[in-house]
T-cell receptor, first 114, second 116 residues
Framework: AQTVTQSQPEMSVQEAETVTLSCTYD???????LFWYKQPPSRQMILVIR??????QNATENRFSVNFQKAAKSFSLKISDSQLGDTAMYFC???????????FGGGTRLMVKP | EAGVAQSPRYKIIEKRQSVAFWCNPI?????LYWYQQILGQGPKLLIQ????????DSQLPKDRFSAERLKGVDSTLKIQPAKLEDSAVYLC??????????????FGEGSRLTVL
């Protein structure tokens, strides 16, 4: 089975500091997409950032950036200047064959402390 | 733009009873997904529709779960009979195209099921 692994069940960071969430994945595809989704407590999941595997340049969205290492099948999320509103579950996900579905990792619970 | 609507938000049933969840995707979104999220785990795909056709239902426990999207718009997920291990949040999501191509799934708030 092709899997997505998030090795950090929980993390915490002080407000205004930087934190990195790890993700590794398995795939036999050459072209695919990677995503980080955020799920705040009792609220719906929203897309944070996405990366197309054929692009070398790491994606950036304001305070969120990724470190994509295709050969290592690694896709980490860096959150700079952490804010209290960043407190949430974060899920890494990978697209499947022909982009038909997303496979999610087990999630990392991030707590931003004041 | 209205988001993905799901109902009910919460449901508590006894084991062996039946339950149905409803989802209305974002207008114009051809692809609809049902995910099961057990507490402390990531979402797991149950079924994916493209318009009113099934694209992937390989992980749907077909002996007890069923889903339909008759007119290619809203969808219903049914569980009959429910088991204790079905306790989870059932997430509906939609996208304008295939997830990997369009890049973004839009999720509803989920329906939390507790089976006693």
């Amino acid at each position: 089975a092709q899997t997505v692994t998030q090795s950090q069940p929980e993390m915490s960071v002080q407000e205004a500091e930087t934190v990195t969430l790890s993700c590794t994945y398995d795939t036999s595809e050459n072209n695919y997409y990677l995503f980080w989704y955020k799920q705040p407590p009792s609220r719906q999941m929203i897309l944070v950032i996405r990366q197309e595997a054929y692009k070398q340049q790491n994606a950036t969205e304001n305070r969120f950036s990724v470190n994509f290492q295709k050969a290592a099948k690694s896709f980490s999320l860096k959150i700079s200047d952490s804010q209290l509103g960043d407190t949430a579950m974060y899920f890494c996900a990978r697209s499947g064959d022909a982009g038909n579905m997303l496979t999610f990792g087990g999630g990392t619970r991030l707590m931003v402390k004041p | 733009e209205a988001g993905v609507a799901q109902s009910p938000r919460y449901k508590i049933i006894e084991k062996r009873q039946s339950v149905a969840f409803w989802c209305n995707p974002i207008s114009g979104h051809a692809t609809l997904y049902w995910y099961q999220q057990i507490l402390g785990q990531g979402p797991k795909l149950l079924i994916q529709f493209q318009n009113n056709g099934v694209v992937d239902d390989s992980q749907l426990p077909k002996d007890r779960f069923s889903a339909e999207r008759l007119k290619g718009v809203d969808s219903t997920l049914k569980i009959q009979p429910a088991k204790l291990e079905d306790s989870a949040v059932y997430l509906c999501a939609s996208s304008s195209g295939l997830a990997g191509v369009s890049g973004e799934l839009f999720f509803g708030e989920g329906s939390r099921l507790t089976v006693l």
